[in-house]
Protein backbone atom coordinates (compact mmCIF):
# COMPACT_ATOMS: atom_id res chain seq x y z
CA UNK A 1 0.00 0.00 0.00
CA UNK A 2 1.33 3.23 -1.29
CA UNK A 3 2.01 6.21 1.65
CA UNK A 4 0.60 9.57 1.20
CA UNK A 5 3.25 11.97 1.16
CA UNK A 6 2.43 14.98 2.87
CA UNK A 7 2.92 18.57 0.71
CA UNK A 8 6.03 20.56 2.07
CA UNK A 9 4.32 23.16 3.83
CA UNK A 10 5.45 26.57 4.84
CA UNK A 11 4.07 29.55 7.14
CA UNK A 12 4.80 32.70 5.58
CA UNK A 13 4.40 35.02 8.72
CA UNK A 14 4.35 39.07 8.52
CA UNK A 15 5.68 40.33 12.38
CA UNK A 16 4.73 44.14 13.07
CA UNK A 17 0.68 43.76 13.81
CA UNK A 18 0.89 40.34 12.80
CA UNK A 19 3.44 38.44 15.41
CA UNK A 20 3.44 41.78 17.32
CA UNK A 21 -0.11 43.42 18.41
CA UNK A 22 1.19 47.18 17.27
CA UNK A 23 3.16 47.98 14.44
CA UNK A 24 6.95 48.62 16.42
CA UNK A 25 8.56 50.73 13.98
CA UNK A 26 5.92 53.29 14.51
CA UNK A 27 6.70 52.98 18.45
CA UNK A 28 10.34 53.57 17.20
CA UNK A 29 9.35 56.46 14.41
CA UNK A 30 6.90 57.64 16.92
CA UNK A 31 9.65 58.44 19.62
CA UNK A 32 12.90 59.58 17.97
CA UNK A 33 11.79 60.42 14.25
CA UNK A 34 12.84 64.24 13.29
CA UNK A 35 10.40 65.03 11.10
CA UNK A 36 6.77 64.33 9.45
CA UNK A 37 6.99 60.37 9.17
CA UNK A 38 2.90 60.54 10.28
CA UNK A 39 2.62 62.60 6.56
CA UNK A 40 5.19 60.00 4.87
CA UNK A 41 2.73 56.88 5.98
CA UNK A 42 -0.43 58.75 4.95
CA UNK A 43 1.65 59.24 1.20
CA UNK A 44 2.44 55.18 1.68
CA UNK A 45 -1.14 54.03 2.31
CA UNK A 46 -3.05 56.54 -0.20
CA UNK A 47 -0.50 54.73 -3.04
CA UNK A 48 1.66 58.33 -3.47
CA UNK A 49 5.19 56.54 -2.27
CA UNK A 50 6.03 52.85 -1.76
CA UNK A 51 6.60 50.98 1.02
CA UNK A 52 10.09 51.13 0.58
CA UNK A 53 10.09 54.68 0.12
CA UNK A 54 8.23 55.26 3.12
CA UNK A 55 10.35 53.36 5.38
CA UNK A 56 13.66 55.21 3.52
CA UNK A 57 12.41 58.53 4.30
CA UNK A 58 11.03 58.25 7.86
CA UNK A 59 14.19 56.62 9.66
CA UNK A 60 16.45 58.82 7.71
CA UNK A 61 14.45 61.20 10.22
CA UNK A 62 16.00 59.08 13.32
CA UNK A 63 19.65 60.29 14.65
CA UNK A 64 18.78 57.98 18.32
CA UNK A 65 21.17 54.99 19.12
CA UNK A 66 20.28 51.24 18.17
CA UNK A 67 19.96 50.43 22.19
CA UNK A 68 18.11 53.34 22.85
CA UNK A 69 15.56 51.99 19.47
CA UNK A 70 15.91 48.42 20.42
CA UNK A 71 14.58 49.68 24.58
CA UNK A 72 11.59 50.83 23.44
CA UNK A 73 10.87 48.32 20.90
CA UNK A 74 11.05 45.99 23.80
CA UNK A 75 8.97 48.05 26.12
CA UNK A 76 6.09 48.63 23.19
CA UNK A 77 5.95 45.80 21.79
CA UNK A 78 3.53 42.29 22.91
CA UNK A 79 3.64 39.78 21.10
CA UNK A 80 0.36 38.63 20.08
CA UNK A 81 -1.00 35.07 22.28
CA UNK A 82 -0.38 32.31 20.43
CA UNK A 83 2.83 33.02 18.83
CA UNK A 84 5.08 30.01 20.82
CA UNK A 85 2.24 27.66 20.47
CA UNK A 86 2.51 28.31 16.63
CA UNK A 87 6.06 27.86 16.59
CA UNK A 88 5.83 24.59 18.40
CA UNK A 89 3.00 23.42 15.82
CA UNK A 90 5.09 24.35 13.18
CA UNK A 91 8.32 22.16 14.77
CA UNK A 92 5.99 19.19 15.45
CA UNK A 93 4.47 19.39 11.94
CA UNK A 94 7.75 19.79 10.09
CA UNK A 95 6.09 22.89 8.67
CA UNK A 96 8.61 25.97 7.94
CA UNK A 97 8.06 28.48 9.33
CA UNK A 98 9.25 32.05 7.91
CA UNK A 99 9.02 35.56 8.81
CA UNK A 100 9.04 38.36 6.10
CA UNK A 101 8.44 41.82 7.05
CA UNK A 102 8.31 45.41 5.77
CA UNK A 103 9.73 45.34 9.08
CA UNK A 104 13.80 46.15 10.02
CA UNK A 105 15.87 43.43 11.11
CA UNK A 106 17.54 44.90 13.94
CA UNK A 107 14.34 44.96 16.30
CA UNK A 108 12.87 41.82 15.00
CA UNK A 109 15.45 39.60 15.96
CA UNK A 110 15.97 41.65 19.19
CA UNK A 111 11.80 41.05 20.39
CA UNK A 112 12.12 37.49 18.87
CA UNK A 113 15.40 36.93 21.13
CA UNK A 114 13.87 38.54 23.75
CA UNK A 115 11.23 35.94 24.37
CA UNK A 116 13.27 33.24 23.72
CA UNK A 117 12.88 32.41 19.81
CA UNK A 118 16.34 32.23 17.82
CA UNK A 119 15.61 29.60 15.28
CA UNK A 120 13.25 31.48 12.83
CA UNK A 121 14.11 32.54 9.61
CA UNK A 122 13.34 35.79 9.03
CA UNK A 123 13.45 38.44 5.85
CA UNK A 124 13.17 41.85 6.59
CA UNK A 125 14.61 45.01 5.93
CA UNK A 126 18.23 45.70 6.25
CA UNK A 127 19.36 48.53 8.41
CA UNK A 128 22.95 50.58 8.71
CA UNK A 129 23.14 53.33 11.37
CA UNK A 130 25.18 56.43 10.27
CA UNK A 131 25.31 60.48 11.58
CA UNK A 132 22.62 61.23 9.39
CA UNK A 133 20.27 58.42 9.89
CA UNK A 134 19.65 55.02 9.77
CA UNK A 135 20.05 53.73 5.90
CA UNK A 136 16.69 50.84 5.36
CA UNK A 137 17.69 48.80 2.18
CA UNK A 138 15.52 45.78 1.10
CA UNK A 139 17.09 42.72 -0.69
CA UNK A 140 15.30 40.54 -2.22
CA UNK A 141 15.96 36.62 -2.83
CA UNK A 142 19.01 37.40 -5.79
CA UNK A 143 20.89 40.11 -3.85
CA UNK A 144 18.91 42.88 -5.76
CA UNK A 145 17.63 45.88 -3.98
CA UNK A 146 13.54 46.37 -3.99
CA UNK A 147 11.65 49.43 -2.99
CA UNK A 148 8.39 47.64 -3.24
CA UNK A 149 7.34 43.81 -3.67
CA UNK A 150 9.56 42.03 -0.92
CA UNK A 151 6.92 40.58 0.44
CA UNK A 152 6.13 38.65 -3.03
CA UNK A 153 9.42 38.21 -3.79
CA UNK A 154 9.81 35.87 -1.18
CA UNK A 155 6.60 34.13 -1.68
CA UNK A 156 7.35 33.60 -5.77
CA UNK A 157 10.57 31.92 -4.35
CA UNK A 158 8.84 29.31 -1.96
CA UNK A 159 6.48 28.87 -4.59
CA UNK A 160 8.93 27.92 -7.00
CA UNK A 161 10.92 25.93 -4.17
CA UNK A 162 7.90 23.62 -4.26
CA UNK A 163 5.77 25.02 -1.14
CA UNK A 164 2.14 24.74 -0.06
CA UNK A 165 2.19 28.40 1.75
CA UNK A 166 0.05 29.19 4.94
CA UNK A 167 0.44 33.43 4.88
CA UNK A 168 -0.55 34.91 7.82
CA UNK A 169 -0.61 38.88 8.25
CA UNK A 170 -2.93 42.04 8.82
CA UNK A 171 -1.51 44.82 6.53
CA UNK A 172 -2.02 46.06 3.20
CA UNK A 173 1.29 45.32 2.39
CA UNK A 174 0.22 41.68 3.02
CA UNK A 175 -2.29 41.64 0.08
CA UNK A 176 -0.17 41.03 -2.30
CA UNK A 177 1.58 37.98 -1.33
CA UNK A 178 -1.51 36.62 0.72
CA UNK A 179 -3.42 36.43 -3.12
CA UNK A 180 0.03 34.09 -4.02
CA UNK A 181 -0.79 31.28 -1.29
CA UNK A 182 -2.86 28.18 -0.92
CA UNK A 183 -4.20 29.68 2.46
CA UNK A 184 -4.79 33.40 3.64
CA UNK A 185 -5.36 33.84 8.02
CA UNK A 186 -6.02 37.36 8.09
CA UNK A 187 -6.91 40.47 10.57
CA UNK A 188 -6.64 43.56 10.96
CA UNK A 189 -6.83 45.61 6.89
CA UNK A 190 -5.93 42.36 4.94
CA UNK A 191 -8.79 40.64 6.29
CA UNK A 192 -11.27 43.50 5.09
CA UNK A 193 -9.36 43.44 2.31
CA UNK A 194 -10.26 39.85 1.26
CA UNK A 195 -14.17 40.47 2.56
CA UNK A 196 -14.37 42.93 0.85
CA UNK A 197 -12.80 40.91 -2.48
CA UNK A 198 -14.80 37.66 -1.45
CA UNK A 199 -11.38 36.24 -1.36
CA UNK A 200 -11.52 32.68 1.10
CA UNK A 201 -9.27 33.46 4.15
CA UNK A 202 -9.15 32.03 8.14
CA UNK A 203 -10.16 35.08 10.36
CA UNK A 204 -7.36 35.37 13.19
CA UNK A 205 -7.64 37.18 17.01
CA UNK A 206 -5.03 35.38 18.58
CA UNK A 207 -1.69 33.25 16.88
CA UNK A 208 -3.99 30.00 18.96
CA UNK A 209 -6.38 30.00 16.12
CA UNK A 210 -3.84 29.92 13.30
CA UNK A 211 -1.83 27.29 15.04
CA UNK A 212 -5.39 24.79 15.43
CA UNK A 213 -6.53 25.49 11.94
CA UNK A 214 -2.98 24.31 10.80
CA UNK A 215 -3.25 20.75 11.97
CA UNK A 216 -6.36 20.26 9.67
CA UNK A 217 -5.28 22.19 6.38
Same mark, same amino acid.
Given at each position: ???????? !????????? !????????????????????????????????????????????????????????????????????????????????? *????GLDFYIKEILEDVGI????????? !????????????????GNLLDEGFKEAYTKL????????????????? *??????????????????????????? !????NLNDVAKRLEIL
Amino acid at each position: MSQVLKPK !TLVQCDFDG !TITEEDVSFSILGAFANGDWRQLLADHREGRISVGCFNQKAFAMVRASEHAMIEVAKRKAKTRDGFEELVNRCHRNGFRLV *IVSNGLDFYIKEILEDVGIDDIEVFAAQ !TEFCPEGIRVQYVGPNGNLLDEGFKEAYTKLFLAEGYRIMYVGNGVSD *IGPAQLAHHIFACGELLRHCNRASIPC !TPFVNLNDVAKRLEIL
